[in-house]
């Protein structure tokens, strides 16, 4: 089954004060960010996902953010604990949103776990250990979906905010990855296509089905993600990149409702 619904969040006024880690903080274009953002959204819209757009947060500089409050499942929905305090307040919007559509339940103190650190290919979770994601946060979560009958592993990255910085799911059992980020072989099983070096964070895409959405800023990676059988959309970034933002970070993507 394909995903038929995003939820988004207008960036908030205060994205100026946002979280950064690897980046220095540079001037962001707010009336360019909201271009940029809208265009995320029609190109979901174009792809025939319903999207559900929340408010924007004023108080929460990064809550456009949302993949990070949330790991979304066909069963369940796990409402994560972000590991940057300032973004823990994040969450609840995101969990009311998500109740209407899934079962929920919670990553627990002193657990932290940010939504950017996991990476679903069918059954397997891989999880980042990063500086945003602990090891109590992803033994939480394994606990929490083994009755569902997934398996989670930590996975070691470096020099990168999340593991979905380095690795995205391009297939079932296929990954794009920058490889100075993190280890290949973690990934034992898996179809790998490599990012055109040079093109730091071009691991990051939004998969759905053979389309994919992906930065204007990396054309090398998108000539082989072409090449690998995938419909390209590109979207200028820029402004969300300032922010430490990658494509899938300013999505929730579900299938179906599974309540009720
Ligand atoms: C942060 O540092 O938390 C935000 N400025 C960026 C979060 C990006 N989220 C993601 O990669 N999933």
Same mark, same amino acid.
């Given at each position: 089954m394909k995903y038929n619904l995003a939820i988004t969040r207008s960036p908030s006024a205060t994205m100026a004060n946002c979280e950064l880690t690897h980046l220095d903080r540079v001037q962001i274009d707010m009336g360019l960010l909201s271009r940029q953002h809208a265009r995320y959204v029609e190109i979901l819209e174009e792809l025939e996902l319903e999207v559900l757009e929340l408010p924007a947060e =004023? %108080?929460? =500089?990064?809550?456009?953010?949302? !993949?990070?409050?949330a790991v979304v499942l066909d069963e369940l929905a796990v409402i994560t604990r972000p590991g940057?305090?300032?973004?823990?307040? !994040? %969450?609840a919007s995101i969990a009311r949103a998500l109740s209407t559509h899934r079962r929920v339940l919670h990553i627990e103190a002193p657990g932290t776990l940010d939504g950017g650190d996991v990476l679903v290919l069918g059954r397997q979770l891989y999880v980042g250990r990063s500086t945003r994601s602990n090891q109590e946060g992803i033994e939480q979560l394994a606990r929490i979906l083994s009755p569902f009958n997934y398996s989670v592993a930590g996975v070691e990255v470096r020099g990168c905010l999340h593991l979905k910085s380095a690795a995205c799911a391009i297939g079932d059992d296929a990954l794009l990855i920058q490889e100075d980020w993190l280890d290949p072989k973690q990934f034992q099983g898996a179809r790998l296509l490599h990012t055109q070096p040079g093109e730091d964070g071009a691991a990051n895409v939004v998969r759905l089905d053979r389309d994919v959405i992906f930065p204007l800023a990396f054309p090398r990676t998108a000539e082989r993600l072409e090449g690998y059988g995938l419909r390209v959309h590109q979207l200028d970034y820029s402004e969300l990149a300032k922010a430490e933002?990658?494509? %899938?970070?300013?999505s929730l993507l579900l299938r179906g409702s599974t309540i009720g």
């Open positions: =004023p %108080t929460l =500089p990064d809550a456009v953010f949302v !993949e990070d409050a940057a305090e300032s973004r823990r307040a !994040e %969450t933002g990658g494509v %899938t970070c300013c």
